[in-house]
């Protein structure tokens, strides 16, 4: 196992994905396919591979057929009210499994191992991926950055305040999961079921250092749309393979 400190994962798999149309009449986006495997077998050979084998999945729509396919390989929370809520309300019902720290993952973002690895040896124990690129539209979640740390997270931030976008991967340590897990009872009796995680997170780095970790060169896409999956298919994940071989070999 690697030493990184970081040794658990929450995934956050209850969203219906409704987005992607058909495709997920019958399954979870996170169980669509790239490369012949689904999206978060590819999360879990991942998080294995740097040494992480304590994984929680929060599941919800379609969660029966998730949980067929992981079996006991990982833990669950059930978010019974995933068609009225959201990543957070989600986060939140998992909040006991950060009080030690762990790695928070979206079920649907496809990203190198070395990605992942990058995150986890990376200075200070709270962090998260952040593409530094511009020309960010609506859908995406984009973030402000002061020096190395992020100061906030929105989709509604305008194109010139942001600096980069939140790939879908944080990590916490004992006393950031804590501050998080304040931040998440707080919002969620406020009545913000319905916000993605990245409001909590924004709450968090007004309080308390953040340090945003660099995606570089490295490929991934979120998958949100069917475009975005045969994109995935065809161009990401053969750059990912090539991306990891080579770090792998340096």
């Known amino acids: 196992m690697r030493d990184h400190g970081t040794q658990s994962a929450i995934i956050l798999a209850a969203g219906n ?10 399954r979870p986006k996170c169980l669509l396919e790239v490369g012949g495997e689904p999206l978060i077998e590819r999360l879990l050979s991942g998080l294995a591979e740097c040494g992480i084998h304590d994984v929680t999945v929060v599941v919800g729509y379609h969660g029966a057929r998730l949980q067929a396919r992981l079996g ?5 929370v059930e978010n019974d009210r995933y068609r009225e809520t959201n990543s957070l309300y989600s986060l939140w019902l998992a909040c006991d499994r950060l009080s030690h720290g762990a790695l928070v993952l979206n ?9 992942i690895e990058r995150l986890l ?3 200070g124990e709270d962090a998260v991926l952040v593409d530094r690129r511009t020309g960010l539209g609506p859908e995406e979640m984009k973030v402000k950055l002061r020096d190395d740390l992020v100061i906030d997270f929105s989709k509604g931030l305008r194109r010139d305040h942001a600096d980069g976008e939140n790939v ?5 340590g004992p006393e950031g999961g804590r501050r998080l897990i304040d931040h998440l009872d707080c919002l969620v009796a406020a009545g913000h079921v319905q916000a993605w995680a990245p409001l ?8 308390w250092p953040l340090r945003a970790v660099t995606t570089d060169s490295a490929p991934w896409i979120e998958l949100d749309f069917p475009d975005d999956l045969d994109r995935a298919r065809r161009l990401i994940a ?3 393979r090539a991306f990891d071989n080579q770090h792998r070999a340096a």
């Open 168 to 172: 879908g991967i944080a990590k916490f």
């Open 72 to 76: 006991d390989r990982v833990r669950y």
């Open 200 to 207: 909590a997170f924004r709450a968090l780095a007004r309080e």
């Open 107 to 115: 079920s649907d973002v496809l990203v190198p191992t070395s990605l």
């Open 17 to 26: 994905g409704h987005r992607m149309g058909r495709l997920t009449i019958d």
């Open 121 to 123: 040896r990376s200075q």
């Open 238 to 240: 053969p750059a990912i």
